[in-house]
């Protein structure tokens, strides 16, 4: 790799020109390590690959699980896109179940009287906190999108407990682009497809780079006629 010209049109490319205009700008030291490269890498497939890609499985399992939001997100698809347009960016605007992922949307709070030492690891327990019904009412163990269509802090009464991509400064950068993509993919498969769960399904949850189906997700698709 070393002496090679670097291509432009792809991750390690573009990692690999920047990390040369650093160094040549400020010193060596400005530059990242191959490692560093490697990390970044892996970083941004995991993230912006596995993650989209689980976020896709999931909505449709649960599409699958409860067969009337499909079809009231199909009905909505075919009020804005028919039954031939491929979908835009711009249509995007105009579908609500844009909103089964919520807006982001920030509410500034006093933590002036909070500290945490230097060195201290903090975890946050998401899915207790995405269940707890002092947050989302007494429905908080039910699957319904419509809690969200107003945004995240509307479902949560104002408070910053809605927290898939985190929160702040630190808030997942792929945030727009990820929901940006499963938005659009989700409709050209409801403009085209019903679909339900596999009768070898079996649902079991389990964390591993970020919450994936155990044994898989065989899904049933049926082509819908035009």
């Avoid at 939001?69 to 009905?75: D, L, M, P, V, Y």
């Avoid at 609500?96 to 920030?106: V, Y």
């Avoid at 945004?151 to 104002?158: C, D, N, Y």
Wanted: some cysteine; glycine content about 6%; charged content about 20%.
């Amino acid at each position: 790799m070393k002496g090679e010209a670097a291509t432009k049109s792809d991750l390690l490319g573009l990692q690999l020109e920047s990390n040369v205009q650093a160094i040549k700008q400020w010193n060596e030291s400005a530059g990242l390590s191959m490692q560093d490269i490697i990390n970044e890498c892996k970083l941004f497939y995991f993230a912006g690959h596995e993650s989209v890609g689980l976020l896709l499985v999931w909505t449709t399992v649960m599409l699958s699980r409860h067969p009337k939001w499909q079809e009231r997100a199909r009905e909505e698809v075919f009020q804005v896109l028919g039954k031939e347009r491929a979908p835009s960016y711009d249509d995007l605007s105009r579908l609500k179940i844009r909103q089964i992922s919520p807006k982001s949307q920030s509410k500034i709070r006093n933590w002036e009287d909070l500290t945490i030492p230097a060195g201290v690891s903090i975890m946050l327990q998401t899915t207790v906190i995405h269940h707890d019904k002092a947050i989302y009412g007494p429905d908080a163990m039910e699957f319904n999108p419509e809690r969200f269509f107003e945004g995240s802090l509307a479902a949560t009464k104002g408070q910053l407990a809605f927290l898939t991509f985190s929160w702040g400064s630190h808030a997942c950068p792929g945030q727009a682009f990820t929901l940006t993509q499963v938005k659009l993919g989700i409709a050209m498969i409801l403009q085209n497809f019903s679909f339900e769960l596999s009768p070898s399904y079996k649902h079991a949850p389990k964390v591993m780079f970020a919450l994936a189906p155990q044994h898989g997700a065989p899904i049933i698709y049926h082509r819908l006629k035009k």
